[in-house]
């Protein structure tokens, strides 16, 4: 099963030479240009925490809630096994060139289900640049938490549900926000809150699966606690006392906004759908068990900004988007 959308050809089309120049080549080194740029971004741009350090979720002894986030600290500690002589932040990076690969190589085809061809093309670039101010103290999951959403938000739009299955019990290995595209799975498969007992068993699968994973990963690696305490009370203060810290992540987020407003009417239904769920339960998050300055905490959000994006300056829908994915409530 091919998830690129290309439909590269031409009088020339089968020889190399002209491949070499063609359409895919093209699109080939646009995907790898963007992820290499994305990780040397986070490289310049990202410091080691000391509350996360990257030795110490490699050896899974992080703190909560980190010590849970594994999925591309796995690929780290396979490259450290291949290679032993490379050090934590080098393993890092080169899982994190997995993750950027994924991300990148995933955000087309997603952006293809809505848009025209020519403006599929620019959201490789636009996703670096969503990217790139979101980037702080370097983590395993950030990336990843694109890369997965980015594929399980197609999966579902394209009614490919067993692979959205998988690609969801990946996300929630890489991050414990993966239970919020339950009501998104609901939404997008049956087109309605009326789900019926399919709608419930369908649901009642995700979560048994969600809890399953995390379970089997408490039981591993145990921790005193799913996350950390006081965060309200952290971002109540911020605003009070220190609202400088959060303009910068108000004013990233504000510009979204305005952006996906701007062509409200026009998005397509599963965009709509998509951020009236998505975004307020990643605000909730933010506040409840997050930190508000952190622009991060909003990584779930990028495949919907970046269609809304290409649709508000005016790139074309394609033309049978509203028709793809068939009837909801079919399947």
């Given at each position: 099963?091919?998830?690129?959308?290309?439909?590269?050809?031409?009088?020339?089309?089968?020889?190399?030479a002209?491949?070499?120049?063609?359409?895919r080549?093209?699109?080939?080194?646009?995907?790898?240009?963007?992820a290499?740029?994305?990780?040397?971004?986070?490289?310049?741009?990202?410091?080691e925490?000391?509350?996360?350090?990257?030795q110490?979720?490699?050896?899974?002894t992080?703190?909560?809630?980190?010590?849970?986030?594994?999925?591309?600290?796995?690929?780290?500690?396979?490259?450290?096994a291949?290679r032993?002589a490379?050090?934590?932040?080098?393993?890092?990076?080169l899982?994190?060139v997995?993750?950027?690969?994924?991300?990148?190589?995933?955000?087309?085809?997603?952006?293809?289900?809505f848009?025209a061809?020519?403006?599929?093309?620019l959201?490789?670039?636009?996703?670096?640049?969503l990217?790139a101010?979101?980037?702080?103290?370097?983590t395993?999951?950030?990336?990843?938490?694109?890369?997965?959403?980015?594929?399980?938000?197609?999966?579902?739009?394209?009614?490919r549900?067993?692979?959205?299955?998988?690609?969801?019990a990946?996300?929630t290995?890489?991050?414990?926000?993966?239970?919020?595209?339950?009501?998104v799975?609901?939404?997008?498969?049956?087109?309605?809150w009326?789900?019926g007992?399919r709608?419930?068993a369908?649901?009642a699968?995700?979560?048994v699966?969600?809890?399953?994973?995390?379970?089997?990963?408490?039981r591993?690696?145990p921790v005193?606690?799913?996350?950390?305490?006081?965060?309200?009370?952290?971002?109540?203060?911020?605003?009070?006392?220190?609202?400088?810290?959060?303009?910068?992540?108000?004013?990233?987020?504000?510009?979204?906004?305005?952006?996906?407003?701007?062509?409200?009417?026009?998005?397509?239904?599963?965009?709509?759908?998509i951020?009236l769920?998505?975004?307020?339960?990643?605000?909730?998050?933010a506040i409840v068990?997050?930190?508000?300055?952190?622009?991060r905490l909003?990584?779930?959000?990028?495949?919907?900004?970046v269609?809304?994006?290409?649709?508000?300056?005016g790139?074309?829908?394609?033309?049978d988007?509203?028709?793809?994915?068939?009837?909801?409530?079919?399947?």
């Open positions: 099963m091919s998830l690129d959308h290309d439909s590269s050809g031409g009088a020339f089309h089968g020889t190399s002209a491949w070499l120049v063609g359409p080549a093209l699109d080939l080194a646009m995907w790898f240009a963007c290499f740029t994305c990780v040397y971004v986070l490289t310049q741009s990202g410091f925490g000391p509350w996360y350090r990257l110490d979720a490699m050896s899974f992080a703190i909560p809630p980190f010590r849970h986030r594994i999925l591309f600290v796995l690929v780290a500690r396979a490259i450290e291949v032993p490379f050090h934590a932040p080098r393993c890092y990076f899982s994190q997995l993750a950027a690969g994924i991300a990148f190589w995933a955000i087309r085809p997603w952006a293809a289900r848009v061809p020519a403006g599929a093309a959201s490789r670039p636009l996703l670096l640049l990217l101010p979101t980037f702080t103290y370097w395993f999951y950030d990336i990843g938490i694109v890369a997965c959403y980015t594929f399980a938000l197609w999966a579902l739009v394209e009614r549900f067993g692979w959205y299955l998988v690609v969801f990946l996300a290995l890489n991050h414990e926000n993966s239970l919020l595209l339950v009501p799975a609901l939404m997008l498969r049956y087109g309605s009326r789900i007992a709608g419930v369908w649901g699968l995700q979560l699966l969600y809890a399953g994973l995390r379970m089997l990963l408490f591993l690696f005193e606690s799913a996350w950390q305490s006081g965060k309200l009370q952290y971002n109540l203060n911020l605003v009070i006392h220190d609202p400088a810290q959060i303009a910068r992540a108000v004013l990233l987020v504000g510009v979204w906004l305005v952006m996906v407003g701007a062509r409200w009417k026009r998005l397509p239904r599963e965009i709509r759908w951020f769920i998505l975004f307020p339960e990643l605000v909730l998050v068990v997050g930190q508000i300055n952190e622009l909003f990584d779930a959000l990028m495949p919907v900004i269609v809304s994006m290409l649709l508000a300056v790139i074309e829908p394609r033309a988007a509203g028709r793809a994915s068939g009837a909801p409530g079919a399947g």
